[in-house]
């Protein structure tokens, strides 16, 4: 039979048709039957398949919003209902209410008694008016991490408390979820993974750091030995997890390991620079190169303070505030100055003394020395390192003299700078002395003004 835009078009008569014998027929009746244009056969199927297409977006479409309307649904209580879920929940309450009444006073009052406790028994720290003193030590006491601990708990079952609440709110409002898996052994057994992980990690640094008298950053082999420890800690703790949740790790590795020949060259490229970032950063922290709030200079020129040394990256603040990630790999490869661990620093000038005082070099010479002397206490002048001024060599258009000294002032900080400019200032001094110049041909091709001396 026709289709119905066949049929649409046959009634208006606007379609040419043709008849033929059907060779189905049987017994008396029209025996020929419509022939159509074949372009109306595509047409007619184009247009079934579009309507098809339609229904099943429409389908889809009721489906989804029926699943968003049934999720909807649920929060739409009667007040029959909330009468009910109240009823149960005041029953949890009261069930539990002597418990929940201790773990709030613990939680509020703890820490607050503690600190009463140990005032007392310090009181001669207190009665001094040194109460800076008493918090610091109050802080790092026993007293107080056992308090803290105490208060940790009372948290932590108290959130215990607001996730079965919770849970016991959701089932009442249909969600079967909550009756089906022990969604509130999974969040306690979370909850108490990671509390034990972290108070595993704060004790371990607490050991490392003989009770908070030593900095563990500034110890390159505690630092590294801190987080090795944090590593077994908080992996162990993750393996701990999975076993928890009854997770099957030999069949994930199975399928972890049973990847694809490119998905595994892939993670195995990926894998290398992780590999050797991580290494690059043993080495570094293996062999005390620097440590984090150090300043240091590179090879390339790079100086900075060190902001963050991490297990890839290392991050630099540089005099411009703008903070560079260096990736390790390249710091272990490259020459590094610890700025920070120098003690002493040096100050060379190169002057450039024109030809017409030649012969006032030695006087001059020797009052810079003078000068220098007078002027600079951190001077390092007892033979252990080399105070020189000495005439070098001649120019094209002048004479060189070369000041070379060192102080007891570490680089780069605001008292080599002053010592700098004491440095500057004592030559300048000396040259006027003596009444000597600069080459002027020198300061023409540089674009510094000469100094006039007058």
Known sequence: PPSAPSRILLSQGRLPITTQPNPNSRGGGDTRSIVLPAPLHA?????????????????????????????????????????????????????????????????QFVLPLAKKFYARRHA??????????????????????????????AFLLGLLYGFEIGLVLLDELGFEFVREYPVYQWISGLVASWWGARNMSEFKDFVLSRGNRIDINKSAGRRLASRFLDILIYG????????????????????????????????????????????????????????????????????????????????????????????????????????????????????????????????????????????????????SRSFQV???????????????????TKPFCDAFWEVKQEVLLAIRRAMKKNNVNFSYVNFLQSGIPMMDNN
């Open 43 to 107: 047409t007619g199927a184009a247009v079934a398949g579009t309507a098809a297409a339609k229904r099943g977006a429409v389908v889809k479409n009721s489906f989804v919003k029926g699943k968003l309307t049934l999720f909807l649904s649920k929060f739409i209580i009667s007040p029959r209902k909330a009468v009910h879920i109240a009823h149960r929940l005041s029953l949890v309450i009261k069930k539990d209410f002597l418990d929940l009444v201790l773990i709030v006073a613990v939680y």
């Open 236 to 383: 162990g703790t993750t393996l701990v997890i999975f076993d928890f949740l009854s997770i099957q790790t030999g069949f994930a590795l199975r399928s972890f390991f049973g990847l694809s020949s490119v998905g595994t060259l892939v993670f195995s490229l990926a894998s290398k620079e992780l590999v050797s970032e991580f290494l690059a950063s043993l080495a570094i922290q293996g062999t005390n190169m620097y440590s984090e709030g150090e300043r240091i200079l590179l090879s390339d020129g790079t100086q900075g303070t060190v902001q963050k040394l991490g297990w890839l990256n290392t991050h630099l603040r540089r005099g411009d505030e703008l903070v560079v990630r260096i990736p390790n790999t390249q710091i272990s490869g490259t020459r590094v100055a610890n700025i920070s661990r120098s003690r002493l620093s040096t100050v060379k000038q190169t002057l450039a003394i024109s030809y017409d005082h030649v012969d006032q070099l030695p006087e001059l010479i020797e009052d810079i020395k003078t000068e220098i002397r007078k002027s600079c206490p951190a001077l390092i002048d007892d033979g």
């Open 124 to 153: 001669d720290m207190l009665a001094s008016g040194d109460t800076e003193k008493f918090e610091t030590q109050f802080e790092r006491s026993k007293t107080n991490r056992t308090a803290q601990l105490a208060q940790e708990v």
């Open 390 to 408: 000495f005439f070098t060599e001649y120019k094209e258009y002048s004479v060189e003299v070369v000041v070379s000294a060192h102080f007891r």
